[in-house]
């Protein structure tokens, strides 16, 4: 069974950090695009990272310079680190898998995971 597991989120207050992990199971990351999604209360969800099967990262002009996508492939394991965290940052947190080396949009993505909050404080 494929499954993505994330953990990491919680409460911080701004400027503060947060790592984000999603463990993936029954999927192979190696050569594979993986990202990171996010949903706000009454928001569509959007795209916050990627990470193809080549190593090409791709990120939300939201979060440029402040947040780091990495893949380690020999775990399995995406990561998303989060620096100086904002306000406007908060929302519920996806992992998702694609089982092409390729990924562009959200329809691009096969599997997710069920999510992680996070949440800034001012």
């Known amino acids: 069974q494929v499954q993505l597991v994330e953990s990491g989120g919680g409460s911080v207050q701004a400027g503060g950090s947060l790592r984000l992990s999603c463990a993936a199971s029954?999927?192979?990351?190696?050569?594979?695009?993986m990202g990171w999604f996010r949903q706000a209360p009454g928001k569509e969800r959007e795209g916050v990272a990627r990470?193809?099967?080549?190593?090409?990262?791709m990120y939300a002009e939201s979060v440029k310079g402040r947040f780091t996508i990495s893949k380690d492939n020999a775990k399995n394991t995406l990561y998303l680190q989060m620096n100086s965290l904002k306000p406007e940052d908060t929302a519920m947190y996806f992992c998702?898998?694609?089982?092409?080396?390729?990924?562009?949009?959200?329809?691009?993505?096969?599997?997710w995971g069920q999510g992680t909050q996070v949440t800034v404080s001012s």
């Open positions: 029954g999927y192979t990351s190696s050569s594979r695009c």
């Open positions: 990470v193809n099967g080549v190593g090409t990262i």
């Open positions: 998702a898998a694609s089982w092409h080396s390729w990924c562009y949009g959200e329809d691009d993505f096969d599997i």
